[in-house]
């Protein structure tokens, strides 16, 4: 109750606040701070109500942001969009320190994900152009996004070294796949050198990330207490504003950087320990600012006449092949050395925080280049992606393992 009471104070607060960057030096501040705090009521809220706390944090978000009261806009305030960026790195950078390289045993796991994220591609676009009857300039740039795989809001729902390792490998499949479809789809065309910088991009923030992350090791940044925390910091934030500069990708980035460090094990243990307290808070940030971006209103008004064919499309395929599949297939061997069971492979299916990126923070028109023939279906479609895959489909994939097991404190959902 006490909780319920303050998100009405805060949003009391919202509904008088002037609108982000339009007003005084001080509004982009104010926004930023109301949605900090609405972020972390909400997360109570959602705890008490045994959901994840990223449902909470975005739910903040759709209030505050561009879906509610429009008093924090993330992708119109230069000062928060790096805000956001700087948040981004430092979550893909702790998703790629808590990274856990399997032995030879675990690594064949690798070709299988491989295989279903190619499958997920085919399935899907092969439904939307025979039963949504569209054409294959748009099948195909809808399979690409539906294989993604989301390793940065799987982190936060379960603490399976496992799991992250399988959406990590079905991530990067992914993105190679949709790289092909880019450079595919604009082969010969006049678009041809956009598209295949958009379609570097990420690999390219990749490279940016190990070189960054090696350097800062050799420089010896990370294994002393006294300069990791403060030499991350400054150096992400200006990592940030290069990122913005040069449209590149902050989720990679800082996911290269961690997995770099992981590798060298003695720094990553000084700095895991370090920035733990912090963990949480990186989160809080970048997706509550996740959902403060969205338009649901405005993208989803009027929706496409395929729109909800193709996402039912969507979530028949990834169900079968990242629920269904899994829980059959996985071997129960494994559960010797990994907490992965059948049941937490529902898990595997959000996909939304890659694809948030993908789309929003870059600001180079991704979406244009992946589809000349409906930009805005595919808008649509990352829309109802981010809310099915942030907000709903955490719920569920909590209530339905509790289906399956009792809760227990190691093995809870955060």
């Known amino acids: 109750m006490r909780n319920f009471a303050v998100c009405c104070l805060l949003l009391a607060l919202a509904a008088l606040a002037p609108v982000s960057g339009e007003g005084g030096r001080f509004d982009v501040a104010w926004g930023l701070g109301l949605l ?31 879906s509610g009261l429009k008093a924090v806009r993330p992708t119109a305030v230069d000062s928060l969009h790096l805000v956001l960026l700087f948040a981004a790195i430092w979550v893909g950078f702790q998703v790629g320190l808590g ?31 025979a039963l949504g009857e569209q054409p294959w300039s748009l099948a195909l740039p809808v399979g690409a996004l539906t294989c993604l795989w989301g390793p ?26 949709l790289t092909g ?26 490279a940016a990330g190990l070189g960054v992350a090696e350097l800062l090791w050799r420089l010896g940044i990370f294994s002393r207490r006294s300069t990791a925390v403060a030499g991350s910091v400054g150096t992400f934030l200006l990592i940030a504003a ?70 039912l499309i969507q979530l028949f395929v990834l169900i079968l092949l990242r629920g269904v599949g899994p829980a059959v297939w996985f071997p129960l061997s494994a ?42 279906l595919l808008y649509q479609l990352v829309v109802l992606d981010l809310l099915l895959y942030g907000l709903v489909f955490p719920a569920v994939a909590n209530g339905v393992m509790k289906l399956f097991r009792a809760p227990s404190p190691d093995d809870a959902v955060a």
């Open 242 to 311: 290069v990122l913005g500069e040069f449209r590149l990708y902050a989720l990679p980035f800082g996911f290269a950087c961690g997995a770099l460090l992981s590798w060298h094990e003695g720094s990553s243990d000084t700095l895991r320990h370090l920035i733990e307290p912090a963990r949480p808070m990186a989160a809080m940030v970048f997706f509550a600012l996740l959902g403060a971006s969205l338009d649901v209103g405005g993208a989803l008004s009027p929706p496409h006449p395929s729109l909800y064919l193709i996402v």
């Open 36 to 66: 900090m705090l609405l972020a972390y009521a909400a997360q109570q809220i959602a705890a008490g109500l045994r959901l994840p706390a990223l449902v909470g944090w975005i739910a903040a978000g759709l209030v505050l942001g561009q």
């Open 152 to 177: 940065c809001i799987l982190s936060f729902l379960s603490d399976d070294d496992e799991l992250k390792f399988i959406s990590v490998i079905g991530a990067g499949t992914a993105l190679i796949i």
């Open 99 to 129: 990274l856990v390289f399997p032995g030879p045993r675990r690594r064949r796991l690798a070709g299988v994900v491989a295989l279903s994220t190619a499958v997920a591609f085919l399935l899907t676009s092969v439904g939307v152009n």
């Open 335 to 376: 559960a010797e050395d990994s907490k992965f069971a059948r049941y937490t492979s529902w898990l595997l299916l959000p996909g939304g925080a890659v694809l948030f990126e993908l789309v929003y923070l870059p600001r180079a028109g991704a979406l244009s280049l992946l589809s000349d023939f409906s930009e805005r």
């Open 181 to 206: 479809t880019v450079v595919l789809l604009h082969r010969g065309g006049p678009s041809f050198g956009p598209a295949v910088w958009t379609a570097a991009s990420p690999w390219v923030s990749l």
